[in-house]
């Protein structure tokens, strides 16, 4: 794989803030300060190593063969750009968030679809004020009192109607 050279930031810095939340903004400011500073060192140095004058060392260094010897180990060194280990793991991951965040926003859908209807009902409903014991009954039959069916006691809280409940006192 070959290199190339960084010359800018890829990164959406701007983006990239508007998702972050706001307990995570002083990592996200330390991060990019680091960041920075890495491109900054890259940019500094040269892409290409600077040439160096062998004549130049032939007649300045007494030592025969030494200059030659250097010469050859020099231009035999290949410093190897490391390979590429994690790309696949990278996207593997990335597809699986993308599937997962499909999910959820399908999901979702349903969810709104499901409460539109419930609020669209609240809506048909007669307003509160306007209501009777009888059309909150029809309204809301789980609900409501029913003294034939299902009596209950004063003061009509599911805790009271709890035989042996502690705050109950005991009926004669």
């Known amino acids: ?102 999910k959820f926003c399908k999901d979702s859908e349903s969810r709104i679809a499901d409460y539109a209807s419930q609020i669209a009902a609240l809506k048909a409903l007669l307003p509160y004020d306007q209501m009777t014991m009888e059309d909150y009954r029809d309204a809301f039959p789980d609900q409501a009192l029913d003294p034939i069916n299902r009596p209950t006691f004063w003061p009509h809280s599911p805790e009271e109607q709890e035989i042996g409940a502690p705050n109950a006192e005991p009926h004669h």
Do not use: C
């Open 1 to 102: 794989m070959a290199s190339r050279r960084i010359a800018q930031s890829s990164v959406n810095w701007a983006a990239l803030a508007e998702r972050v939340p706001q307990s995570q903004k002083p990592n996200l400011a330390a991060f990019k300060s680091m960041s920075d500073k890495y491109l900054r060192s890259v940019i500094v140095n040269p892409e290409t190593p600077p040439k160096i004058d062998w004549a130049h060392y032939q007649k300045s260094v007494p030592i025969a063969g030494m200059v030659d010897k250097f010469q050859k180990a020099y231009e035999a060194l290949q410093i190897p750009y490391p390979a590429d280990t994690v790309t696949a793991q990278v996207e593997a991951q990335e597809k699986q968030v993308k599937e997962e965040i499909a």
